[in-house]
Nanobody, 121 residues
Framework: QVQLVESGGGLVQAGGSLRLSCAAS????????MAWYRQAPGKQRELVASITSGGGTNYVDAVKGRFTISRDNAKNTVYLQMNSLKPEDTAVYYCNGDITSLSGYYPRRYWGQGTQVTVSS
């Protein structure tokens, strides 16, 4: 009943920018924390950025100062603005939401399908 749909991935040159979006839809009661993860080939999936329901944010050291996570609660959407992109940012990026549905009693984690981000040198 709850889905996360991502958009905005693609190919960009080093130094460029990209904006990822993730819209939650369905029978949503509330959205708690949201986050972006990424996974490069041969590597573990890592937490890139997170944002609490109150707007507090955290970032992995590798992206601090370059990436910004934000949310629009009216649209049930989380964004990841990526600036000064580097080839090492190349990965599949996944949206994650801690969401309580209208018929649920506790929140659960939902995942987007993943979107490929490729940064060329």
């Amino acid at each position: 009943q709850v889905q996360l749909v991502e958009s905005g991935g693609g190919l960009v040159q080093a130094g460029g920018s990209l904006r990822l979006s993730c819209a939650a839809s369905g029978s949503i009661y509330s959205i708690n924390a949201m986050a972006w993860y990424r996974q490069a080939p041969g590597k573990q999936r890592e937490l890139v950025a997170s944002i609490t329901s109150g707007g507090g944010t955290n970032y992995v050291d590798a992206v601090k100062g370059r990436f910004t996570i934000s949310r629009d609660n009216a649209k049930n959407t989380v964004y990841l603005q990526m600036n000064s992109l580097k080839p090492e940012d190349t990965a599949v990026y996944y949206c994650n939401g801690d969401i309580t549905s209208l018929s649920g009693y506790y929140p659960r984690r939902y995942w987007g399908q993943g979107t490929q981000v490729t940064v060329s040198s």
